[in-house]
């Protein structure tokens, strides 16, 4: 064991300013009200608390393609009737409106995985959390389910230049298709999705049947669910599943994407888990002491994506955090109870102890075509991206400092940092 985690943190508080549209569920002010939660538990006093830098639209393009981020990077709500065959092209619209400050949403949740991936790299920590980032169902050339950028994917990649092998494993409702799909035809990195699978439920992908192609044969993992799944059902499953592909695969490091709408009561969600059992999951990966990147995910009934965040931010710090909610600036938000616990899910529980069981074996089945961690060739791992330079002489001075850049030069000791904890802190002890 380790004798204490070192965790990094990624926050900007511009994320939750950005508002999807009325009626949308994405309500990224579920990421402020979170932030808020980890303040009043004092959870920032424990861990390193960065702002992400905006990922430049080069390093949006080791994954995407160049023309989609050039479009995502030009488009605004004034002018997007100029475009109609582009917003078609790129998937833009109902589900993935185009609003005001789309681009610099997208760089800043990208940004923080990113940032995240490496300062794992650099072993400068040990877990690094970013509940921004999580947006699973982005493709190289299309939005898709709210998600423009896939920062998991580019996370991902960071780390596979470090890392023979990443795992990465998904307990959001929907199918991580898109980074299963980014990696169908690799064994560098082996995707675990746990998803309601059926009846229609968006995406429509995550078969146990689809396990990945040529290179990537059995390296994509599928845990289909029915409605209404449990705590002890959904825990014992996943740690069965988790146990057997970290013993077989042997990854490097882990990414975990913790979507809270597999929580009992969610607007979009069909699962009866509590925070304690969503959380467990968490604490459960955690043992593995594997370099980890967390991060957030789905989760549209937004006061209990909070709490679940909050209390998974404990789980990562071994903090238990006491159920009465402090005072905060979102407390209105959690009444009348005022508490961490949320109501247990009344869905009927449609998986049968036969159908996960059989589930179970076809997945053990397909990890033992694996057999042994696979042999990876160290020149496979991607050359470090090229980040420009600026000159700052050459700028425009009107565009010289931007608000959110004179920030990120503020030391911010009323609300970040204390002693140890300051990111100031001489670097040779880290």
């Known amino acids: 064991m380790r004798s204490k985690d070192k965790i990094a943190y990624y926050y900007d508080g511009d994320v939750g300013g950005v508002y999807f549209g009325p009626n949308h569920p994405m309500k990224p002010h579920r990421l402020c009200m979170t932030h808020h939660l980890v303040l009043s538990y004092d959870l920032h006093k424990k861990m390193e608390i960065y702002r992400p ?23 605004t709500p004034d002018t997007q009737h100029l475009f109609s065959n582009e917003l078609a092209k790129y998937n833009l619209g109902e589900d993935c409106p185009v609003f005001e400050n789309l681009f610099e949403f997208c760089q800043i949740y990208a940004g923080g995985t990113i940032d995240a991936a490496r300062r794992l790299n650099n072993q400068l920590c040990d877990i690094a959390i970013n509940w921004a980032g999580g947006l699973h169902h982005a493709k190289k050339c299309e939005a898709s389910g709210f998600c423009y950028i896939n920062d998991l994917v580019l996370g991902i990649l960071e780390l596979l230049k470090h890392q023979a092998r990443v795992l990465y494993i998904d307990i959001d409702v929907h199918h991580g298709d898109g980074v299963e799909e980014a990696f169908y035809f690799t064994d560098r990195v082996m995707t675990v999705s746990f998803h309601k699978y059926g009846d229609m439920f968006f995406p429509g992908t995550g078969d146990v049947k689809e396990t990945g192609e040529r290179e990537g044969k059995y390296y994509a993992i599928n845990v289909p669910l029915k409605d209404g799944i449990d705590d002890t059902s959904f825990t014992r499953l996943f740690k069965s599943i988790i146990s057997k592909v970290v013993e077989t695969y042997v990854p490097g490091a882990i990414v975990l994407q913790c979507g809270a709408d597999s929580l009992a009561g969610d607007r979009l969600g069909c699962f009866n888990l509590s925070i304690d059992g969503h959380a467990e999951c968490v604490r459960f990966v955690k043992k593995f002491n594997l370099p980890l990147l967390v991060t957030g995910g789905g989760g549209y009934t937004k006061e209990n994506v909070a709490r679940c965040w909050a209390v998974e931010t404990g789980v990562l710090l071994d903090t238990e955090l006491p159920n009465e909610i402090p005072e905060n600036e979102y407390i209105k938000y959690f009444g009348p109870e005022y508490s961490l616990r949320i109501p247990n899910g009344h869905i009927e529980n449609l998986n049968s102890k036969s159908y996960l069981s059989t589930i179970k074996m076809q997945v053990f089945e397909n990890l033992r075509c694996i057999q042994h961690a696979p042999g990876v060739q160290m020149q496979e791992v991607p050359p470090d991206f090229y980040i420009p330079d600026f000159d700052e002489d050459e700028q425009n001075p009107d565009e010289r400092m931007d608000q959110h850049t004179q920030d990120k030069n503020i030391q911010r000791d009323d609300e970040y940092y204390e002693g140890d904890h300051d990111n100031d802190q001489n670097m040779e002890d880290v």
Do not use: G, N, T
């Open 53 to 75: 830098h905006k990922a430049y639209p080069v390093e949006l393009a080791q994954f995407h393609s160049a023309d989609y981020v050039e479009f995502l990077h030009r488009i």
